[in-house]
């Protein structure tokens, strides 16, 4: 099907630890990823993106890895602090049928102080 | 306007009435997007609009929902006859994509809140 899915529900780690979320995605055609970050009572947010020809893209502290090959999708998010908790969430576009972005199920996020 | 505009923020409804929530976009934006987001879910697809014209509305969950952007900025959700399971958080996204632009990000508002009880 089209929807991209999580491994993990949730994640806990301790401030200043690295953080790595998850995703795989089932279309193969998917062409553009977006990770979107949401706090309570918010929208999501845009963290970074990533299209299917890069295999790896770096922002601010925050690393997205792509391996077409298995479909998967990782954030990495370096020295995490405690401004990060949220859901996190990855989005796929496909490059057909109105190129509607769709989401995944999400991943919270805890830090510990 | 400097961001994704919705109202109401919270909008609670008993079941059988019909509703209206609204976005704004931000200026220019000719893409917009409706999702459904229920408790502890990642937002669902509703439907979108390329300017005044609906692309695609696959995710509409039944006819009882209606969108509409009749000049290509403003946009409405309507939810007739509401049911208690359309109790979520309808999520509003604007783009820059235009025709044949399938990446960009959305800008999303903040949502609005919908109970039914």
């Known amino acids: 099907g089209e929807n991209v899915g999580l491994h993990l529900p949730t994640l806990s780690v301790q401030e200043g630890d690295n953080s790595i979320i998850n995703c795989a995605y089932s279309?193969?055609?998917?062409?553009?990823f977006i990770w979107y970050k949401q706090e309570s009572g918010k929208g999501p947010q845009f963290i970074i993106d990533?299209?299917?020809?890069?295999d790896k893209r770096q922002g601010q502290r925050v690393t997205v890895l792509l391996n077409k090959t298995v479909k998967h999708l990782s954030l990495q998010i370096a020295a995490t602090q405690p401004g990060d908790s949220a859901v996190y969430f990855c989005?796929?576009?496909?490059?057909?049928?109105?190129?509607?972005?769709?989401f995944g199920a999400g991943t919270r996020l805890f830090v510990k102080a | 306007g400097a961001g994704v505009s919705q109202s109401p923020r919270y909008k609670v409804a008993k079941r059988g009435q019909d509703v209206a929530l609204r976005c704004d976009p931000i200026?220019?934006?000719?893409?917009l997007f409706w999702y459904q987001q229920a408790l502890g879910q990642g937002p669902e697809f509703l439907t979108y609009?390329?300017?005044?014209?609906?692309?695609?509305k696959s995710g509409l969950p039944s006819d009882r929902f209606f969108a509409e952007r009749p000049e290509g900025s403003v946009s409405t959700l309507k939810i007739q006859r509401t049911q208690q399971e359309d109790s979520a958080v309808y999520l509003c996204?604007?783009?820059?994509?235009?025709?044949?632009?399938?990446?960009?990000?959305?800008?999303f508002g903040e949502g609005s809140r919908l109970t039914v009880l």
């Open positions: 609009f390329q300017n005044e014209a609906q692309l695609d």
């Open positions: 200026s220019g934006h000719v893409s």
């Open positions: 996204a604007s783009s820059e994509r235009t025709s044949g632009m399938f990446d960009g990000e959305l800008f």
């Open positions: 279309n193969s055609a998917s062409d553009y």
């Open positions: 989005a796929e576009t496909l490059p057909y049928g109105g190129f509607k972005t769709i």
């Open positions: 990533i299209r299917s020809n890069m």
